[in-house]
């Protein structure tokens, strides 16, 4: 049977990047991307391949397939597709708040797993200010206040804990063998 893999942990520690980097990982599994689809814009050099970008209207016109919209910030919302049934080799891959990702596990009837992501890099100011230069200070200041407090939570509620470290291939390799093992 396959199972959905939620990746939790504070903004800048590499959720996104294992996430991608598994999703392109050959072998015995599908590891693929549940996309997430926000109000938030899209950030300098974001792609597509873990967010839909929509506008707050194209949003509300989709809340009915959701099975989890949300808020993290007063600015933009979240949303998650109903999940589809999965075959025996798919693990489906999504990033979500701990709090979120709970809800998801008791929305779902496949297994899911929650793995904490570490940041290799204890700088969460810099890397904000680098990944989006026009980052208003508002904004900034509850990402970093939120900083530590997701990191906990994150490792408080997960069934693995990884650290990420600075080279993803490596670090995708790792976290491959955690999950698979």
């Known amino acids: 049977m396959g199972a959905h893999l939620i990746f939790c942990g504070p903004s800048t520690a590499g959720k996104t990047s294992l996430m991608l980097g598994l999703s392109k990982q050959p072998g015995g599994y599908d590891f693929n991307v549940d996309k997430t689809w926000t109000t938030r814009k899209k950030r300098p050099n974001e792609t597509d391949e873990e967010n839909i970008f929509v506008t707050p209207e194209e949003f509300e016109s989709n809340r009915d397939r959701f099975l989890l919209p949300f808020q993290t910030f007063p600015t933009y919302e979240y949303g998650i597709d109903k999940p589809r049934p999965l075959n025996d080799k ?17 929305l779902v009837e496949e297994p899911t797993v929650l793995c904490s992501v570490a ?14 230069p026009g980052l208003d200070d508002t904004d900034l200041q509850s990402r970093l206040s939120r900083f530590y407090t997701d990191e ?4 408080s509620v997960s069934d693995i804990s990884f650290q990420n470290f600075e080279d993803i291939e490596l670090a995708v390799n790792s976290l491959k063998i955690v999950i698979l093992h």
């Open 152 to 155: 906990e939570e994150a490792r």
């Open 119 to 132: 940041p290799f890099c204890n700088e969460p100011e810099r890397i904000f200010r680098e990944r989006d």
């Open 90 to 106: 798919e693990i489906r891959m999504r990033i979500l708040m701990p709090t979120f990702a709970i809800k998801f596990r008791d």
